[in-house]
């Protein structure tokens, strides 16, 4: 079955910075990439998504890349606000089946 | 885009006894699917409900601890059996759904579940 690996577990930026979030993935059949913003006591939201004939996407200040030959997909967010501070969580679809990379604790200082 | 509530919201629990959470969908759908999220951490999925037949559980989840209904395509509920303090966790039902040309997650608000 599939595997994702994100990376890393928590990152810490100042306001305006820059975010970068890493996921693998290990199932070569996988199409559909979410990635998912939790702020605390919430339920998770879809905020992008890119499928694999894609290479890029873009919404705002957040964009997703793929690269399916090396099988990883980042998530950047720029012009970091502290509202962006949350657990983002990548995921990878195989044959209908999602599965959640580990999740990245983003603090966002103001 | 599907609206999903969970019941309880939250609760408190003995250990050895069993708790059943109801999740309740405003639309039909195939499939449902119950999550597990400890805290700061992301969603482990348990299994996928079926309507109709038995629900697939994902490894390390057996039926006897999670016995899961699927009564109709609306609703579901996961039951946690004989729970015990590391069943501590949120607990979150999902549906899919298509837009625009793909499948979309939708999650309920979750189930907060403390055992002492």
């Known amino acids: 079955g599939e595997n994702v690996e994100q990376h890393p577990s928590t990152l810490s930026v100042q306001e305006g910075d820059s975010a970068v979030i890493k996921c693998t993935y290990s199932d070569s059949a996988s199409n559909y990439f979410p990635w998912y913003k939790q702020e605390l006591g919430k339920r998770p939201q879809l905020i992008i998504d890119i499928r694999s004939n894609v290479g890029e996407k873009k919404d705002q200040r957040i964009a997703v890349t793929l690269n399916k030959t090396a099988k990883h997909f980042s998530l950047h967010i720029t012009e970091t606000q502290p509202e962006d501070s949350a657990v983002y969580s990548c995921?990878?679809?195989?044959?209908?089946?999602?599965?959640f990379g580990q999740g990245t604790i983003l603090t966002v200082h103001p | 885009s599907a609206v999903i509530s969970q019941k309880p919201s939250r609760d408190i629990c003995q250990r050895g006894t069993s708790l059943t959470i109801q999740c309740q969908v405003d639309?039909?759908?195939?499939?449902m699917f119950w999550y597990r999220q400890q805290p700061g951490q992301s969603l482990t999925l348990i299994a996928t409900a079926n309507q109709g037949s038995e629900a697939t559980y994902e490894s390390g989840f057996v039926i006897d601890k999670f016995p899961i209904s699927r009564p109709n395509l609306t609703f579901s509920t996961l039951t946690v059996s004989n729970m015990s303090p590391e069943d501590s966790s949120i607990y979150l039902c999902?549906?899919?759904?298509?837009?625009?040309?793909?499948?979309?997650?939708?999650f309920g608000p979750g189930t907060r579940l403390t055992v002492l």
């Open positions: 999902s549906v899919e759904e298509g837009l625009a040309g793909g499948l979309e997650q939708f």
């Open positions: 995921g990878g679809t195989s044959y209908g089946k999602l599965t």
């Open positions: 639309s039909q759908v195939t499939m």
